[in-house]
């Protein structure tokens, strides 16, 4: 079991930043990729950022490359999301999740309870 607690929502104004924090306990955190999620009132939930479980490797959606970077701290067990240039768009619940198949971080078969971000204009 792995468990994933988010943290570091709010609201901000376009234009700011907002550093998501994710704390994982239960099985090793390490070996696993990592990655963000995102849903807002009305869609679907959508991939934001992943992780390998080196931290070697990172994956952005197209929306938010350039103003939103992923990173772990594997001796904090805590995988971070630190945004930047926020934009009303963003607004949304976003998750934290992994994969502990080796499936890819785009189907997890863990998740946080999410951490509501609101951005407003």
């Known amino acids: 079991q792995v468990q994933l607690v988010e943290s570091g929502g709010g609201l901000v104004q376009a234009g700011g930043s907002l550093r998501l924090s994710c704390a994982a306990s239960?099985?090793?955190?390490?070996?696993?990729?990592m990655g963000w999620f995102r849903q807002a009132p009305g869609k679907e939930r959508e991939f934001v950022a992943g992780i390998s479980w080196n931290g070697g490797r990172t994956y952005y959606v197209d929306s938010v490359k350039g103003r939103f970077t992923i990173s772990r701290d594997t001796a904090k067990n805590t995988v971070y999301l630190q945004m930047n240039s926020l934009k009303p768009e963003d607004t949304a619940i976003y998750y934290c999740a992994t994969d502990t198949r080796g499936h890819g971080v785009r189907t997890p078969d863990y998740w946080g309870q999410g951490t509501q971000v609101t951005v407003s204009s």
């Open positions: 239960g099985r090793t955190f390490s070996t696993y990729a």
